[in-house]
Nanobody, 122 residues
Framework: VQLQASGGGLVQAGGSLRLSCAAS????????VAWFRQAPGKEREFVAS???????YYVESVKDRFTISGDNAKNTVYLQMSSLKPEDTAVYYC?????????????????WGQGTLVTVSS
């Protein structure tokens, strides 16, 4: 059972990226899936989460810029990031847990992907 995060890269401020979190050996449609990020020298920070029933939750700093969604057929959760800012630069991690609420606490998630680097240049 593993999660594979992908889609990171280098983008200019104001640009967009879409991150993907694909699962193998686990059905994400029954999970809550979250994205966290960790910038150099900073603690891991919650970004967004989506519960299996579709409920979502975002950190205030990304509301109206990021959208989390799921594709059950592809067993993948996406994080569409728009209007990117240099402060969005971080390693982004996806995590999953079989709970029914879009928690924003890292301790609630026990399955983690390996991270994908997003760099936003000014």
């Amino acid at each position: 059972v593993q999660l594979q995060a992908s889609g990171g890269g280098l983008v200019q401020a104001g640009g967009s990226l879409r991150l993907s979190c694909a699962a193998s050996g686990r059905t994400l449609s029954s999970d809550t899936v979250a994205w966290f990020r960790q910038a150099p020298g900073k603690e891991r920070e919650f970004v967004a989460s989506i519960a299996f029933y579709g409920g979502t939750y975002y950190v205030e700093s990304v509301k109206d810029r990021f959208t989390i969604s799921g594709d059950n057929a592809k067993n993948t959760v996406y994080l569409q990031m728009s209007s990117l800012k240099p402060e969005d630069t971080a390693v982004y991690y996806c995590a999953a847990e079989r709970v029914s609420f879009p928690f924003d606490e890292a301790r609630m998630y026990h399955l983690w992907g390996q991270g994908t680097l997003v760099t936003v240049s000014s």
